[in-house]
């Protein structure tokens, strides 16, 4: 069974809005691009899939923007060429090389996790909430930044039931970001 992975920024106050940390630098491209390596596929609600479709997918010239950094490409190549599942009700079509689960969330990631493979990722806010409160989530990745937000979407916010996690990694950027890797007892 591969497992489930959910990773994303949040700050010391618990905002997960994708501008309220610290803007990405080279080790923290270089983390999220092993992020995505240790995955087979990705998972996405409808509004994290249109954002990270916006931010990375590859133009159709087939060169990416000026405004990309040398040490940004390993991650853009990675997300850009990434198998994705997008989990909605409201959408009819994606592309980007994805494909849709429509019904049950459990049933479809459930299913996902039955086949062979490294493992899944999940990004975004509310598709993981769901999982979460599923008990489908067998790594959490908080990557905490060092910034006070004071506003903004914060982390699993309406979980129904605590779940109890153990650590089992920590990684200290530079920056004063920490990286911190747990899983359920």
Not at 75 to 89: H, P, Q, R
Not at 108 to 122: D, I, M
Request: proline share 7%; glycine share 8%.
């Amino acid at each position: 069974m591969r497992p489930l992975r959910y990773s994303i920024n949040v700050t010391l106050d618990g905002c997960v809005h994708h501008e309220a940390g610290l803007p990405p630098d080279e080790e923290s491209m270089r983390f999220w691009t092993a992020e995505m390596d240790r995955a087979d596929a990705l998972l996405f609600g409808r509004v994290t899939y249109g954002m990270m479709e916006s931010a990375w997918r590859k133009p159709a010239t087939g060169t990416w923007p000026e405004w990309m950094d040398e040490w940004q490409l390993p991650f853009a190549e990675a997300i850009d060429g990434a198998k994705k599942y997008v989990v909605s009700s409201t959408v009819s079509e994606v592309d980007w090389n994805a494909e849709l689960l429509q019904g049950d969330p459990r049933d479809a990631v459930e299913r996902l996790k039955q086949e062979p493979g490294a493992g899944l990722w999940v990004g975004g806010v509310t598709l993981p909430l769901a999982l979460a409160d599923l008990g489908l989530i067998d790594e959490y990745v908080f990557v905490v930044q060092p910034v006070l937000a004071g506003h903004g979407p914060t982390l699993l916010a309406g979980l129904r039931e605590r779940i109890p996690l153990d650590l089992v990694d920590r990684q200290d950027f530079r920056s004063g970001v920490t990286a911190l890797r747990y899983r359920p007892s």
